[in-house]
Nanobody, 124 residues
Framework: VQLQASGGGLVQAGGSLRLACVAS????????MGWFRQAQGKEREFVAA????????DYADSVKGRFTVYRDNAKNTLYLQLNSLKPEDTAVYHC??????????????????WGKGTQVTVSS
């Protein structure tokens, strides 16, 4: 599976962005997907998880109520809607895929495929 994230940019605090992760190489029906982020000088952290077949989701506490993960089956694309952005959301955001694992595995970063990230910068 090849993954490519896009949609990042510079936005003011309180603004919104929508990130997209396009998957190619195979369908994602047996995959669990994740969004992660890494701020400069910090470790990568889990943001959101999504089970492609069942639509089950999970979010990091820091983004609950502000971020939403969803898919477009026809486009084999996973989205992350970022609302009410804060300066502390500034990071490189990556999408990743795990074959036949679980949402819990995604929250722990146990992924099989990683895509290149997209930069999100939130100004105060």
């Amino acid at each position: 599976v090849q993954l490519q994230a896009s949609g990042g940019g510079l936005v003011q605090a309180g603004g919104s962005l929508r990130l997209a992760c396009v998957a190619s190489g195979r369908t994602l029906m047996s995959y669990y997907m994740g969004w992660f982020r890494q701020a400069q000088g910090k470790e990568r952290e889990f943001v959101a998880a999504f089970s492609w077949s069942g639509g089950v989701t999970d979010y990091a506490d820091s983004v609950k109520g502000r971020f939403t993960v969803y898919r477009d089956n026809a486009k084999n694309t996973l989205y992350l809607q970022l609302n009410s952005l804060k300066p502390e959301d500034t990071a490189v955001y990556h999408c990743a895929a795990a074959f036949m694992k679980s949402v819990v595995a995604v929250t722990k970063g146990d992924m099989d495929y990683w895509g290149k990230g997209t930069q999100v910068t939130v100004s105060s």
